[in-house]
């Protein structure tokens, strides 16, 4: 089993920066893709990033590419989420996710993964 857990969420302005976190514990080693999602109230779970683990091969949002950036932290096991020039449409409560599997490209939907954190909460103030 793996647990995940997110951190680095609050109040921010918009232009603001944001690093979110999210530490992988359990059967990490079984990590082959890691990604971030994100909900706003009333509306679907969208993809935000994603990585594969060990290549490094990332895959963004079309309308996030150049603003956010997804990593692996020096700790092997924490997914990072980078967030830069924020805007109030980033409002959202953002999820850590993780799978097993080991596809050529990191997945887009919430079903390619099969971990999920709890979330950590967003809000970008005009």
């Known amino acids: 089993q793996v647990q995940l857990v997110e951190s680095g969420g609050g109040l921010v302005e918009a232009g603001d920066s944001l690093k979110l976190s999210c530490s992988i514990s359990?059967?990490?080693?079984?990590?082959?893709?890691g990604g971030w999602f994100r909900q706003a109230p009333g509306k679907e779970r969208e993809f935000v990033a994603g990585?594969?683990?060990?290549?490094?091969?990332?895959s963004y949002a079309d309308s996030l590419k150049g603003r956010f950036t997804i990593a692996r932290a020096d700790e092997q096991d924490t997914l990072i989420l980078q967030m830069d020039r924020v805007t109030p449409e980033d409002t959202a409560k953002y999820y850590c996710a993780a799978d097993y599997k080991s596809p050529r490209r990191p997945g887009t939907n919430p079903s390619d993964y099969t971990y999920w954190g709890l979330g950590t909460q967003v809000i970008v103030s005009s």
């Open positions: 359990g059967r990490a080693f079984d990590v082959n893709t």
């Open positions: 990585i594969l683990w060990r290549s490094g091969v990332t």
